[in-house]
């Protein structure tokens, strides 16, 4: 049931943040149930796994993974519980039961308390039974959404997980509408609302009824707005006239994945865009083009500006941060001198090279190219029929920008070809040098494989051999220059 392919994460400013079009049968959250339960020696507790989804056709949407889970118990001394979440009491004390479950972000756990009782043989009878949650709204294409029934004891008091019990009766009382399961899972099916019953039948043959859980389901899935647009960092300077710098914006949503990097599908602005011009993603989209890039054609400073619409919703939220290239005159005979910044004359080389991606080869119906930006953004680039997230597919020529740092030796882009069925990999163009997934050099004499996945790195940014450490002063002294590159990749 499970896609681990798919357990990448971005560390982006210290936040998580989930890679898009990635594998959607990963869950985004999990949640055990109940919190809290009590029995007694040799008694059993069932506990219930919850997975939430958030991807692909049907958002928001959740599953029962209680079977899918691995479940522990800290104090197996007090308490055991087997694959199927189910606890049973060994002796007095408390136990933390916690169920694990590879997510979209990495491996997800969640846990619950039980409470062992000393005393043996409680009661089980049921006097009283909930639905959790007791509201619910789904999509009538397919949504579903996993329903919890906690029973209450008579005798003892107290709280037992009920959901998959065959003495529980799960029904609908509109079933076109939307249908449940005998473990509590409720499909939408058709606009309109319902609601769910929960009956137990304890074995004396006395019946406990739920109040009805309701159910709404409409022709749209529930909304994801964005709560939040921030840009980060919240202000960048250069020193030199043409000097370029990026911005990144980041969005907070309602639901998981509740942060989302939105660089490039943002509407970007400037307070002075004659002097300050910065870079909106192309329209209809370029794969790899980046937005938030600024330049300075001139002195001072300039507000930028995010401005994103939830889709849903269609409400805005807008961000700034400030962009600065100050002027200061440079006094070569000072103690000591000063090189100057933003002056007439201050141009730098370009401080951005620029990578493009294309195939050589004769497949042109599902190759795929990747590549992250220059602060590990993933798939900046992502270049090919053989992309299929979000029901974009990839361009057959992609380019990115990335900055390099005066002083090093230029900066190195990792290009993946993912392994794709049907795609024999025939190798790299001589400029990209093959390597491992992180980046280290093969040492042939293999260097990829037919199969894939396949890795090559870049390096862009030239060394100036006329470069003169003892000139600081010369507008065009710089110790590298902007160097682009052309990668091929070869897809038969």
Sequence with gaps: MLDRSCLSVLLLAGLVVPIAGCGTSLVDAISVTPATQSVAVS????????????????????????????WISSAPNVATVDSSGMATGVSAGTATITASIPGYTGVLSSSALLTVTGASGVSADIVSVAIIPSDETLSAEGQTSQLIAIGTSGTSGLQLEVTRSPQLTWGSSIPTIASVSTTGLVTGLSVGSTTITAIYTNPDNTVVSAPPATITTTSTPAPEPLLSLSIIPSSLT???????GNFLAIGTFSTTPNVRDLTNSVTWLSSMPSVFPVSTNSDPANPGASGGVVTAYGSGNAVIIAEATDPTTGSIQTATATFNCPLVLPNPNGNPPTPGSCYPGSEAPGLLSTLTVYNEGLNTTNWLVTAPSATNTPDVIH????????????????????????????????????????VNFGGWSYNCTPSTATGVPLPGPVFYTAAGPNYCTVVLGQPNLL??????????????????????????
Aim: proline share 7%; hydrophobic share 25%.
């Design 43 to 70: 008694q059993t507790a069932q506990f219930t796994a919850t997975g939430t989804y958030n991807h692909g056709s049907h958002p928001s949407s959740t599953q029962n993974v209680t079977d899918e889970s691995t």
């Design 238 to 244: 250069v020193l030199n006239l043409q000097g370029t």
């Design 383 to 422: 270049c090919g029929p053989g992309w299929a997230g979000d029901g974009n597919t990839g361009g057959s020529v992609c380019t990115a920008t990335y900055p390099y740092t005066i002083g090093t030796l230029g900066t190195t882009v990792l290009v993946t070809a993912p392994a794709q069925a049907g």
């Design 467 to 492: 470069y003169n450490p003892n000139d600081p002063l010369s507008s065009t002294n710089f110790p590298y220059y902007t160097s682009n590159e052309t990668v091929g990749a070869i897809f038969n």
